[in-house]
């Protein structure tokens, strides 16, 4: 089961812009922009989703960091403030993620919130203009709208600090300012909007996005039994990935660009004592190389991850892998964990199996380079691993760590383990001495601050709180 989201150049969109009279300098079109108007017919839907699917990819991967002609999406920031990505380069902006002290007047932030916003509310528009079509059940596209919308609200609610506004642009121009929502809140939104996709289609992939989507929102308000069933419905041979392309900066994969050809961001070892060895333990899931050049500010070593390796090279937003590692995660709670147990089951599927996961092999794919090669099957784990690791959830959240690296989950299961397994921030995030000049030690942030500029809205003042 495959769903590839198709991120289509929008260029051509002005000529459904109707000209403006030479005659009235004060009569001026947007040339590149189609107003809400100009998309009341069910034939525009097409084009409308187009837009969406763009604005969710800026959002989820970005383009080109900021500095190199674009912005950074959730993957590249929540990676930074996690333990994926350490800072290879210059700007005091992405330095202040790195090291865990945000300031609400982070300019970069700031770009990429919004961007995140543009995304939420270009998909909510668009499946409230499909909602107004009656389409056979069969199609997809209203349900897909309703997931994407779904999926910002998630990762508001995983990135962000309790207390993020949602505001709506209305036809008029004009703008109904939101309330800060809680976690919670923004959590229990994201699954009405996958709720509303189930019963939107019949279409069995799309289908299984919003299950699996509405699975990890459950998992993050900690209703692992009720996000364990929604997960085993999802086959692991499912994916939902967004496609890249060369043919415009915008539909550029932006994990690549950021890591290797702009050298914002290197891959991170063991990031601040506690972070991840991603480099350190040699894993097929997480292949990385040494280039021998240092990232932009000419100091920091430029790891580059092998996973996305071109502009044009797909990424995974939602996997039938993520829905096994749900279930392991369902079967740990109720303590399901020895020899035979579905923990062990849940989390050997994937590992075992490798002909139904391949949409995580690296790509593009390089006979000559073995740091390419596809991931093979690997060898099952058993109760030993789980003595080795330190125990179940330092297992899971290990696996968890390797297949999903660089799909924007890692920031999430950080909060998580201090939020859902009573482990100290100071055990979880990287802590210590931190390695650039800007800042002696790490800060305390587990999550991004709503940006000083969202105090423009009347009813925000600032986040409701700052925990995990």
């Not at 991967?61 to 990505?85: F, K, N, R």
């Not at 299950?211 to 364990?228: P, Q, S």
């Amino acid at each position: 089961m495959t769903t590839t989201t198709k991120l289509l150049a929008l260029a051509g969109l002005a000529s459904l812009a109707p000209l403006a009279s030479c005659n009235d300098p004060l009569k001026v079109t947007i040339p590149d922009i189609v107003q809400p108007g100009q998309l009341s017919d069910s034939a525009a839907l097409a084009t409308v989703r187009a837009g969406v699917l763009g604005d969710f990819s800026i959002a989820y991967t970005g383009d080109h960091p900021d500095g190199s002609g674009g912005t950074e999406g959730v993957i590249m920031y929540g990676g930074l403030l996690a333990d994926e990505w350490i800072n290879s380069e210059t700007f005091p902006t992405r330095i202040e993620v790195d090291a865990r002290t945000i300031q609400v007047t982070n300019a970069d932030v700031d770009l990429w919130f919004r961007r995140m916003h543009q995304a939420r509310n270009s998909a909510e528009k668009a499946a409230a203009g499909f909602a107004r079509f009656q389409f056979p059940l069969s199609d997809p596209d209203h349900a897909e709208m309703l997931v994407l919308a779904g999926m910002t609200y998630v990762f508001f609610a995983e990135t962000w600090c309790s207390g993020v506004p949602v505001s709506h642009l209305n036809a008029d121009g004009s703008i109904t300012y939101g309330t800060p929502l809680t976690t919670q809140k923004l959590l229990d939104t994201a699954i009405a909007r996958f709720d509303a996709a189930i019963a939107a289609t019949s279409d069995a992939d799309m289908q299984a996005f919003a299950t699996v989507a509405k699975a990890r929102a459950v998992l993050d308000t900690g209703g692992f039994a009720a996000a364990g069933a929604l997960a085993a419905t999802v086959p692991t041979n499912f994916v939902y990935r967004e496609e890249h392309s060369e043919t415009t900066d915008r539909e550029n994969n932006g994990v690549f660009n950021g890591n290797f050809p702009d050298q914002r961001y290197a891959v991170a070892d063991s990031e601040g004592v506690n972070g991840f060895p991603f480099r350190s333990i040699a894993d097929p899931r997480t292949r990385w190389f040494d280039p021998g050049i240092p990232g932009f500010d000419g100091l920091t070593e430029l790891w580059t991850q092998q996973r996305y390796g071109s502009r044009k090279t797909s990424i995974t937003v939602a996997t039938g892998v993520e829905a096994r590692l749900i279930q392991a995660e369902a079967a740990l709670h109720a303590g399901d964990t020895l020899a035979g147990g579905q923990f062990l089951v849940q989390l050997n599927e994937p590992r075992t199996n490798a002909a139904e996961r391949a949409y995580f092999d690296p790509s593009p794919f390089d006979p000559a380079d073995t740091t390419t090669a596809p991931i093979g099957p690997l060898a099952a784990l058993t109760t030993a691993d789980i003595t080795t690791a330190g125990g179940t959830v330092n297992l899971l959240f290990a696996e968890r760590a390797r297949w999903l690296w660089l799909t924007a989950h890692r920031l999430g299961d950080m909060r998580r383990l201090i939020r859902q397994y009573g482990r100290p921030a100071n055990t979880v995030f990287p802590t210590g001495p931190y390695f650039k000049v800007n800042f002696a030690t790490y800060g305390t942030d587990v999550n991004f601050p709503v940006p000083v500029t969202e105090k423009n809205n009347p009813n925000f003042s600032a986040c409701l709180d700052r925990n995990p």
